[in-house]
């Protein structure tokens, strides 16, 4: 039978008991047993029928809804209803008969929503629409024909909020499987129609109101992860109906989806799938890789460099893993994934996060589950190569407190009594041939200022406000370019005598050393015109001023006066790189 039909044969089998012997009633039984004994030829047979005691329910409105509310008429209907459940799988010609009683049907359903019936009646009905709607909706061609129904997405949303407030009443002692008829599995079926229309319909039936669409998407989803048996179909439903209004540029319901309460819910479920074992497993990777979408989502907004620490205090890192482990299709979606919160390691306040995400995966033993040809095991060979070198970063290591700062030596000493640089204070040296060595051909005459003590300035606009960096993440920021400037100043000497070779007006002076930190691995770069190219990125007046000024003093008193750095920093997904523009210079606070 039909999702719902085996609920209501047992339900109106114990109704059946209630009805006194020869009462008018009875013919709401003869129906039953039509709909629920009879053959496939018998119910074809008898479709008129059907459609008719759907017309006469229908026309006679008003009659029933005066009923009172422990009223069994409005059952002749669910009867019928039942039996168009079964008929719709049946072949191709009974089914054609069903979509021209499409009308008389949809009308119906509209009726019963001002029903004044007794619970357990109101039970049946919810149960023979959901199952008939969802059995039509499995066929193409009647999807679209539902589709172009005027009412019917609205009507369907209107059900979907009902069923979260509803609580089941069976004085039968009967328990409906209320997660198989979820309207939600219904809206879904719908969404590849035409989503703005979708979209457009669901959000003006709960009102036009973002906080109540959000409330009704995330509430469903908590209650699938609250009740007793979990139905991956809900979830999975419910999961994708977030993930399309997570897509949809209302910036009140995009707030709300993404508030504190939202992103709990999605922690909430990852954290429950996670201890999911055995045949759930694949499904429960479906439903994972939906939470990871919406967390990745989650970047793309203004605050979503912040977004990017909480993201690691839900078990992001774990359930990428543990979805690529179990069976699933979405491997290069998941890998993709990793890579996009790999960069926001530049930040200080994400990077203890990811250490203890990366100890929490090595104590379950995920890693040599991986498939080591797949994608997201590359990925992650990306994510422990850089969580290593930033921790060696801002630990200290890098910068000279166990390794000199020479380029050429890097010895590691053991001895406690370094050279110090006068200057910052914050580099070390072997000996004073390695700090000679460095100050004339390294880049530490040029970067010295810019890790002094002085807090530095960053400033950059790029139309979604500004940037408000941490202290403790600005100071990693610094130490992070000084690292990576030393590490890569042979590469850079190479881009800077490629660039004069291809171009040899270019005033080496003002070429700004690029690094790029919105992937997965850096990428660096040069910018013979810093300026010119500040207007792409910089939208900013005051920016643009104060790079015009920067450059200028290079090319009065030249290297001495500071390196250009050009840090284009992690800022969303799609993305919205952040430039942020370093300049060793004394006047600059």
Sequence with gaps: MPVGIDYASQMFSAM??????????????????????????????KLPLFVKVLKEDTESKEQILAKPQNSLTTNRGIAAMMALGRLARMNDLVQSQVKDAWPDVFAWIKCTQEYKCAPQIQSSIRAMCSSLLFTLAQDKEMREIMAETPGLLAMLAKFWVAELDYEEHDRYGLTPPPGQLSYSRILLRFISTDKPKWFDEVHLALGKDPLETSRVTLESIRKRIDGADLDFGCLISDLHILHVFCHWNIMPLRDALFSRHGFQTVQKVMEHLLACEGDDQPKASLCLTFCVKYLIISLQLERGRAWAYRIFDAPILRTILQASIWLTTDEFYLAAALDAITPYMLFRSVLYRAERAAEIVAELGLEPQMDKEGPVYQSFQRFKTLLSERLEVAEGHSLGTKVCENAKCSKVSKSKELMKCGGCKKVFYCSKACQVQSWKHGPHRALCKLLTEEPGRAEYASGVGEIKLLPEDYKLVRKIIHHDITKHSEEFVMLRAKLLMSKPNTDLAIVASVLDYTGPELKISVEPDPVGTSFAVWGDGDGHKTLLGMVERVKQKGVPSGMIVRAVLPYGVKPYPCELLLIAHENVH
């Design 16 to 45: 059946a008991n209630d009805l006194p012997a020869g009462s008018p009633e009875r013919e709401l039984m003869e129906l039953w047993d039509l709909a629920s004994n009879s053959s496939n030829e018998r119910l074809a047979e």
